[in-house]
């Protein structure tokens, strides 16, 4: 059953999946793309998000804005999801 | 019978750097290449990136960290691309090159030295050590031809001198600890140069594929790069599990089998983006290259082996003739690099001693073979090293 995406869920994610190199020095504000998330980390990280929250980045909104950090990324798929529940009601 | 002072094995980035550095020493020296055309990964295999070639520490901006051949290759790549400044990639610089350019250079730098005699599409077939020189034997299209030369350099990324001469003394890793190996294509016109969202979008469509099933796991293991020249082209790099521990470098089936698959996996790759990217809606075509990217293979165990640790600590030698600047690359899966940095932003020293051993004299190896363990490895293994270890290697020759 997917969770609703937080800021600390995601970082949680990326760190355990070892996304990223010194996984403990992470916050949810650390630049990720500066930090070394390459296009292969994007892909796994994706696959993750999908798996845990029932929701991902399609395309159109794969930017260095939704994917700079861990709060970006998260309140972007929170609102997403929210987006998303409300349209099937 | 011709007879050289020096024979270098493999005109790739180390052997281009040995065969310039003995042959500007005055050594009579022979370049022996197996396919048509110099520059090894960097022009056959497509690799379109120079590592290694600065110093570890970039808060002082890109500073060149091998004298020699090593920077005024680094330097005419970077004037050929029309660039003043190499790329700034998290915490390291590199150097993105245009494949075809670095074996251009590689030739005409070779063709001024008059010292020095180039065989490309040249097979080594046979070397041994008689009293005090190298005998071996060439095969250009079944043409035999026997040489003689005082000093051997083995820059093959194989040790395959070493499968000649002394077995005893090549290591061979196993496979399933082998870093994996890749195809780089060049796709041609493109729409347009790649913004900086671009490679983002292109990971969320292969998921996306990926999850529909319209394309395999495997197209997860693609990478993007603009090309430094063209503003129409992109490098596609395809890192390959090449069958997890079936894996075998040195066997021409196994070679051929990857080889194959990748060729079709980046049609198809192609084909998917060309039908959902805007910037690869005119694409053209999709150039394969002549060889995979081969990471590791077999190497020499010398007088010293290199290790991570001495990397990670920045350890100094007193013979030593290079640095490494890049960080460990670990590459064991197609899901991407693992870098682990040196603790301290500082070059480590590489020590004549893993060069050469004393158990087959007048025996030097640079490049991918020089002695070092699996993890040292993923350091050393870069063409800017390569070409540092290369020069090392040639002066070594030169002087022995």
């Known amino acids: ?38 296009s292969m980390a994007v892909m796994q990280l994706l696959l993750h998000l999908d798996d845990r929250f029932g929701v991902t980045l399609d395309p159109p909104e794969m930017n260095r804005e939704n994917l700079a950090t861990a709060r970006t990324l998260g309140d972007f798929l929170a609102q997403k999801a929210g987006r998303m529940r409300h349209a099937e009601l | 019978m011709q007879s050289f ?21 005055g050594a009579r020296t022979l370049l022996v290449e197996r396919s048509e055309q110099l520059g090894g990964m ?50 390291v610089y590199v150097l993105r090159h245009e494949p075809a350019e670095f074996a251009r250079l590689a030739t005409s730098l070779c063709a001024k030295e008059p010292a020095l005699t180039v065989r490309t599409g040249t097979a080594l077939v046979s070397l041994e050590r008689n009293a005090e020189e190298w005998r071996f034997i060439t095969n250009v299209a079944g043409q035999m031809t026997e ?46 140069p790649l913004d900086e969202n671009a490679p983002l979008q292109l990971a969320a469509i292969l998921v996306r594929a990926v999850r529909t099933e319209d ?29 997890g521990e079936a894996w075998n470098p040195l066997d021409s089936a196994a070679i051929e089998t990857v080889k194959q698959d990748a060729h079709k996996l980046a049609q198809s790759i192609w084909r998917h983006l060309a039908a959902n990217h805007p910037l690869f809606a005119t694409s053209d075509q999709i150039i394969m290259p002549d060889q995979l990217g081969i990471r590791e293979s077999a190497r020499w165990k010398g007088d010293y082996v290199l290790t991570a640790q ?27 690099p693992k870098f682990v940095y040196f603790d301290k932003p500082e070059p480590a020293g590489i020590p004549a001693r893993s060069l050469r051993t004393h158990e087959v004299p007048g025996m030097f190896f640079a490049g991918k073979c020089l002695s070092c363990d699996h993890e040292a490895l993923a350091s050393v293994r870069v063409m800017g090293t390569c070409l540092a270890t290369g020069q090392a290697a040639g002066r070594l020759a030169a002087d022995a």
């Open chain 1, 1 to 38: 059953m997917p969770v609703s995406a937080t800021p600390e869920l995601v970082l949680e994610l990326i760190r355990d999946h070892q996304l990223l190199e010194a996984p403990e020095s992470l916050t949810v504000d650390t630049p990720l793309l500066a930090a070394g998330l390459d």
């Open chain 2, 215 to 243: 394309l395999p796991a495997t197209a997860m293991g693609a990478g993007f790069r603009q090309s430094p020249m063209r503003d129409d082209e992109v490098f596609m790099t395809l890192d390959l599990e090449g069958g």
């Open chain 2, 310 to 336: 001495d990397l990670r600590e920045s350890r100094r030698f007193d013979d030593e003739v290079a640095l490494a600047g890049w960080p460990l690359e670990f590459r064991e899966t197609a899901r991407g």
């Open chain 2, 147 to 192: 040489a003689t030369a005082r000093r051997v350099v083995d820059t093959t990324g194989a040790a395959a001198l070493a499968a000649l001469c002394s077995p005893a003394s090549r290591v061979v890793a196993e496979g399933d600890k082998l870093y994996r190996p890749a195809l780089v294509c060049r796709i041609t016109g493109m729409a347009g």
């Open chain 2, 5 to 25: 002072d020096v024979m270098v094995a493999g005109g790739g980035s180390a052997g281009i750097a040995a065969a310039l550095a003995a042959s500007r020493a």
């Open chain 2, 42 to 91: 960097g022009a056959n295999a497509l690799v379109h990136t120079f590592c290694g070639l600065f110093h570890p520490d970039v808060s002082k901006g890109p500073q060149w960290l091998n004298p020699g051949i090593p920077t005024e290759i680094g330097q005419r790549l970077l004037e050929a691309s029309g660039r003043n400044k190499p790329d700034l990639m998290g915490r």
